[in-house]
């Protein structure tokens, strides 16, 4: 017993005099570019390989990305739950990070239950655990826009039904959407608007 212990020592010892140490700016680069090609089982590779230290302590948006979709895979939820509570992203990442603290909490439910879960389960689990605010400004999203876009398009709606280019840019800017997803929006409320008008006609009250 003594032996093998020995020889597991030595082993380890070995492994840490042929490890491989990146700078920072080499494994910033990595896991960018392993984020992108969402290669799931080169990030597991990585952060297997790498000791703690050398990733612990950063806070560059690439490698928490790439750390989060690593725990993700070892099914380390409350370890996600912690890092995306206790810092601070850019917004430009934040639909990225909800995604994965949906999934963690998706797959932590699911692993409970033994099953999947479907679209109405998944529905009250959004819920019940919103997001943190390091990653959420608090407004929901609807049809792919957010509640206070929503309130603006209608708002400007009241008042012209048919903006010309211009004013669909100045919307576009108050709203926080670009000039294509407004103009559709328009198209799309006027249509629906036609054919709830068609319907009231085709199927009077009292008849």
């Given at each position: 017993m003594a032996r093998e212990q020995q020889q597991q020592q030595q082993q380890q010892v070995m492994?840490?005099?042929?490890?491989?140490a990146y700078t920072d700016e080499q494994l910033m680069c990595i896991c960018e570019t392993l984020c992108q090609a969402k290669d799931y089982p080169s990030i597991c590779r990585l952060f297997d390989y790498l000791y703690p230290n050398e990733y612990l302590h950063s806070t560059h948006p690439s490698l928490m990305r790439?750390?989060?979709?690593?725990?993700?895979?070892?099914?380390?939820f409350k370890?996600?739950?912690?890092?995306?509570?206790?810092?601070v992203f850019d917004s430009r990442y934040h639909e990225e990070l909800q995604e994965i603290w949906w999934?963690?909490?998706?797959?932590?439910?699911?692993?409970a239950r033994c099953k999947p879960l479907g679209a109405v389960e998944k529905y009250r689990l959004r819920k019940k655990h919103p997001p943190p605010s390091t990653i959420w400004d608090g407004q929901e999203t609807i049809y792919s826009f957010k509640e206070n876009s929503r309130k603006q398009l209608k708002a400007f709606y009241k008042e012209n039904k048919y903006p010309s280019a211009e004013?669909?840019?100045?919307?576009?800017?108050?709203?926080?959407?670009?000039?294509?997803?407004?103009s559709n929006w328009f198209k799309n409320r006027r249509q629906r608007e036609k054919f709830s008008h068609i319907s009231d006609i085709s199927h009077p009250s009292g008849r």
């Open positions: 492994i840490r005099q042929n490890h491989l790439a750390r989060l979709l690593y725990l993700l895979m070892k099914c380390r370890e996600i739950y912690d890092l995306l509570s206790s810092s999934q963690a909490h998706y797959a932590e439910l699911e692993q004013e669909k840019r100045v919307i576009a800017e108050k709203s926080g959407l670009n000039f294509l997803q407004v």
